[in-house]
């Protein structure tokens, strides 16, 4: 790099430095400008004028946003408002527009790529005793997000065809590569709940380059797909499923390593309809894994060696998949990313990504708080680091200055050891009773006018 370059960098250091310690409203892009992330973060940031949302405070809001209990923009704008006031600085309008318009024009690129590049680090930075015999496991689970039912959205992501037009929502469906040491966000891929190439295994092959040879996928059993580890087999990378229900395992047959485990060569089934016949071809005729079962539960594995990786290795490791379930919803219920809120699909995609990135600034603290104290990050509580540190932010802490005292008090709080726990997908408590509306709200509306609230749609 020659002077004038160093001295450009320099220069953008000393500015970005200089914009985010300007207030204390934006100390989630603080997290955002270590020295790992300084560069990226700049290359990123588009060409803008000083408004009074720049990126990187539209962006900060935006984190902030997806983390309060009250995710709505007016308390985005409010807070803002009266952050300015308590620094000093002139008031501001509350309107929503200018915030909106700010979110609108911050780079989906920029959001998605920060989002990955904090995942990346923080997995790569994982203590050796985090991780499985020294090697990355990363967990695959997919999962089913609504949003607004607005003409845009019904066009990218249709609802369900079960329901009226008018009466249910657009939904989409998201696949996730969960880091299973620290709980990190790696990558996420999303399309319409159904359609051609709209499930798990379609969206799941979009993410494969970002698996690297060594890796360990663990994930369940609709992942058990003969051409899904064949493509991870081919790129060095091993595998833990649970057997696919449709796939008959009779220990008598292949090479016995003990009771009910064995190895066994699997045909390449038929080529499907989503298949070229070139890339059917490439497919080898036959794959060799391992099956073992353990507590009625047969397991598919690529991890052969049966002196290395025992029945009880593979079965405690199995059981960690449940991470990724407790990660999906301390994203989906504890951020509030079950329902999106944005008016074009779009929007809802930007959405998706900050939920990522504020979700993977809250796990770098928790992964910092575990380093200082010597424990597991999965010993530590997501719901309390996403509330403590939102009460940080809000009495105008900072975690580069004050950090030693908020890592102490993230680790305080242990999740309990739930080993085998099990629990009915069922409800207890009872719904209101009101029934359900099978009409368009405003066809409703116009007959209750008519005939009163003892209306009922036939």
Request: charged share 25%; hydrophobic share 40%; net charge positive.
């Amino acid at each position: 790099m020659d002077r004038n370059a160093r001295n450009a960098f320099h220069q953008r250091q000393v500015r970005i430095k200089r914009q985010t310690k300007a207030t204390h409203a934006v100390e989630f892009f603080n997290v955002l400008t270590s020295p790992e992330l300084l560069e990226t973060t700049e290359a990123l940031l588009p060409e803008h004028r000083e408004r009074l949302y720049p990126p990187t405070v539209a962006l900060s809001m935006f984190m902030r946003q997806v983390l309060e209990a009250d995710g709505s923009c007016q308390k985005a704008v409010n807070g803002w408002a009266a952050q300015r006031a308590a620094d000093g600085l002139r008031p501001c309008s509350v309107r929503t527009g200018g915030y909106c318009r700010a979110r609108q024009r911050l780079p989906l690129e920029m959001v998605g790529t920060l989002t990955r590049e904090t995942g990346r680090l923080l997995h790569e930075k994982a203590l050796a005793q985090w991780l499985w015999r020294g090697r990355a496991v990363k967990l695959v689970d997919g999962t089913g997000i609504s949003m607004p039912d607005t003409p845009e959205n019904q066009e990218r992501y249709p609802q369900p065809s079960t329901q009226a037009p008018g009466v249910g929502f657009p939904l989409a469906r998201l696949v996730m590569v969960i880091c299973l040491a620290t709980g990190a966000a790696l990558d996420m891929a999303v399309g319409p709940h159904s359609g051609k190439g709209s499930g798990e295994l379609g969206l799941v092959r979009r993410l494969l380059a970002g698996f690297c040879p060594g890796d360990v996928m663990l994930a369940d059993a609709l992942y058990c797909n003969y051409f899904l580890i064949a493509s991870l087999m081919a790129a060095g990378v091993d595998v833990l499923f649970e057997q696919n229900g449709s796939r008959i395992t009779d220990f008598r047959r292949g090479q016995s390593l003990g009771p009910r485990d064995h190895i066994v060569r699997w045909p390449k089934p038929p080529r499907p309809e989503w298949m070229t016949p070139e890339q059917y071809t490439g497919f080898p005729d036959e794959l060799t894994v391992r099956e073992v079962k353990v507590a009625h539960q047969v397991l598919v594995t690529t991890l052969l060696d049966y002196r290395k990786v025992s029945k009880n290795d593979l079965s405690a490791l199995y059981a960690r998949r449940w991470n990724v379930e407790l990660d999906l919803r301390n994203l989906k219920t504890t951020t509030g990313m079950d329902v999106l809120s944005c008016q074009t699909p779009q929007m809802n995609e930007k959405q998706l990504w900050v939920h990522l990135l504020a979700y993977n600034v809250i796990r770098l603290l928790m992964a910092q708080a575990a380093r200082n104290v010597g424990i597991d990050p999965r010993e530590l509580s997501f719901k309390h680091t996403v509330q403590l540190w939102t009460e940080w932010v809000s009495r105008g802490l900072s975690a580069t200055k004050e950090g030693g005292r908020l890592f102490t008090l993230i680790a305080q709080c242990r999740v309990g050891n739930r080993s085998a726990r099990m629990e009915p997908r069922m409800r207890k408590r009872r719904p209101k009773p009101y029934p359900w509306l099978k009409v368009p709200r405003a066809y409703a509306r116009r007959k209750i006018k008519i005939h009163g609230h003892d209306w009922e749609p036939k």
